[in-house]
């Protein structure tokens, strides 16, 4: 009786997703406009930390404050800002 090698590949997806968002973060850090470039390095910093899929959850988080001062932004403003 053989034995069929594993077919799971959810770690080698997870590192290609690392690897792809920690490229993408990078990129926009040193290319994208101010507010931009801001909340990726912030990001990446986080990925560093706590790994991509975290710092993006609270990337989305951060994206809806002012980067100046805090306060909640609507999603137009947001777009305004970020897009």
Do not use: W
């Not at 968002?21 to 290319?31: I, T």
């Not at 990925?47 to 306060?71: I, L, T």
């Amino acid at each position: 009786m053989s034995s069929n090698p594993s077919t799971d590949t959810t770690s080698t997806k997870n590192q290609v997703s690392e690897t792809i968002g920690r490229g993408l973060l990078a990129n926009c850090a040193k290319n994208g406009d101010d507010a931009n470039s801001k909340l990726a390095q912030k990001t990446l910093e986080q990925a560093n930390k706590v790994g991509v899929a975290a710092a993006y959850e609270q990337m989305a988080k951060d994206c809806f404050k002012h980067p100046e001062n805090g306060r909640q932004l609507s999603y137009s403003e947001m777009r305004a800002l970020y897009g």
